[in-house]
């Protein structure tokens, strides 16, 4: 198994990093129907361009509407949460990860923005420090990771202040801030893959994600890909095929799509074949899970 190379002399690796970093997300957020009358001005909708990397509340929304939100409605403090076509969106979940989930693919994203009846079944409440949590959740869940990749050997030996440059280069969009520390957190120990594979797979917004143990290679060295993991823990989603000719003898089995399932990582749909370690060092978000969207795909008419 090749030796990880360091961030900064992988070239093409850096391309591919780089672009999975660059993809955004044009997004329209008006104010819901139902709060309109709660403003104490009117405000035109709000356009911006989104990192598929980054977290609803940490966006300039709330800023641009500031002024025309009133600090009480109907008694209750004002709180401020997104929804699209009536789906509540957690906050904690990453914009491309929504995206992904619920969106239909139509641009821009129109988002309906709520200043009352929060629902606190489907969202969890943000407090007054509203960065700081989204950073404590973000570094939760990039320890986490680092926990199922390497027993959490390399996030321990990290620093605070080094925490600190990870969260403010997603934070600030920086993603040579950013990558000076998470190529640590990409690197293999001992020249060996990930002991498990930090994965997430959702179906539908706010049901239980499936989260399990697997392996980027097996015992006799075969590598472990996309549709064997689907083939464990989402079976209606793969067809199992015989191996081409081209494909890698390293591979174990070979697996397509099946017709009805449309699986996306990062907003594309990846190759059933592609080695899981690949997707997991390449198109991970920024806390290091690789997040699997499983939708039933559109039938053309």
Same mark, same amino acid.
């Given at each position: 198994?090749?030796?990880?190379?360091?961030?900064?002399?992988?070239?093409?690796?850096?391309?591919?990093?780089?672009?999975?970093?660059?993809?955004?997300?044009?997004?329209?957020?008006?104010?819901?129907?139902?709060?309109?009358?709660?403003?104490?001005?009117?405000?035109?909708?709000?356009?911006?361009?989104?990192?598929?990397?980054?977290?609803?509340?940490?966006?300039?929304?709330?800023?641009?509407?500031?002024?025309?939100?009133?600090?009480?409605?109907?008694?209750?403090?004002?709180?401020?949460?997104?929804?699209?076509?009536?789906?509540?969106?957690?906050?904690?979940?990453?914009?491309?990860?929504?995206?992904?989930?619920?969106?239909?693919?139509?641009?821009?994203?129109?988002? !309906? &923005?709520?200043? =009352?009846?929060?629902?606190? @079944?489907? %969202?969890?409440?943000?407090?007054?420090?509203? #960065?700081?949590?989204?950073?404590?959740?973000?570094?939760?869940?990039?320890?986490?990771?680092?926990?199922?990749?390497?027993?959490?050997?390399?996030?321990?030996?990290?620093?605070?202040?080094?925490?600190?440059?990870?969260?403010?280069?997603?934070?600030?969009?920086?993603?040579?801030?950013?990558?000076?520390?998470?190529?640590?957190?990409?690197?293999?120990?001992?020249?060996?893959?990930?002991?498990?594979?930090?994965?997430?797979?959702?179906?539908?917004?706010?049901?239980?994600?499936?989260?399990?143990?697997?392996?980027?290679?097996?015992?006799?060295?075969?590598?472990?890909?996309?549709?064997?993991?689907?083939?464990?823990?989402?079976?209606?989603?793969?067809?199992?095929?015989?191996?081409?000719?081209?494909?890698?003898? !390293? &591979?174990?089995? =070979?697996?397509?799509?099946? @017709?009805? %399932?449309?699986?996306?990582?990062?907003?594309? #749909?990846?190759?059933?074949?592609?080695?899981?370690?690949?997707?997991?060092?390449?198109?991970?978000?920024?806390?290091?899970?690789?997040?699997?969207?499983?939708?039933?795909?559109?039938?053309?008419?």
């Amino acid at each position: 198994y090749n030796e990880y190379k360091s961030y900064l002399s992988m070239a093409n690796d850096r391309e591919v990093l780089k672009e999975v970093w660059e993809g955004k997300i044009p997004i329209k957020f008006v104010i819901d129907e139902a709060d309109r009358s709660h403003l104490l001005a009117e405000k035109y909708p709000y356009n911006i361009l989104v990192s598929r990397m980054t977290y609803l509340p940490l966006l300039p929304v709330g800023r641009h509407y500031n002024s025309a939100v009133p600090t009480e409605v109907n008694g209750q403090p004002t709180e401020m949460w997104y929804s699209y076509r009536g789906i509540p969106l957690k906050w904690h979940l990453p914009v491309g990860v929504l995206f992904d989930l619920v969106g239909d693919g139509s641009l821009p994203w129109q988002l !309906d &923005i709520h200043i =009352s009846e929060f629902p606190a @079944d489907k %969202i969890q409440r943000l407090g007054t420090n509203v #960065e700081e949590e989204v950073k404590t959740s973000f570094i939760h869940n990039v320890k986490e990771a680092g926990w199922i990749k390497h027993r959490g050997l390399v996030t321990s030996a990290l620093r605070p202040e080094q925490f600190n440059q990870l969260w403010r280069g997603l934070h600030r969009d920086k993603f040579d801030d950013f990558w000076m520390i998470n190529h640590r957190l990409m690197e293999h120990i001992d020249n060996t893959p990930y002991r498990f594979i930090p994965f997430r797979i959702y179906i539908d917004m706010h049901q239980r994600f499936i989260q399990k143990s697997f392996k980027p290679m097996t015992e006799d060295g075969k590598l472990t890909t996309l549709g064997q993991l689907l083939s464990c823990f989402y079976p209606e989603a793969v067809i199992e095929e015989e191996p081409t000719e081209q494909e890698s003898p !390293d &591979i174990l089995k =070979s697996y397509s799509a099946t @017709d009805n %399932i449309c699986v996306k990582i990062q907003g594309i #749909e990846a190759p059933f074949n592609t080695p899981i370690q690949w997707l997991s060092e390449h198109l991970s978000h920024a806390d290091n899970f690789l997040y699997i969207i499983i939708q039933q795909r559109k039938q053309k008419s």
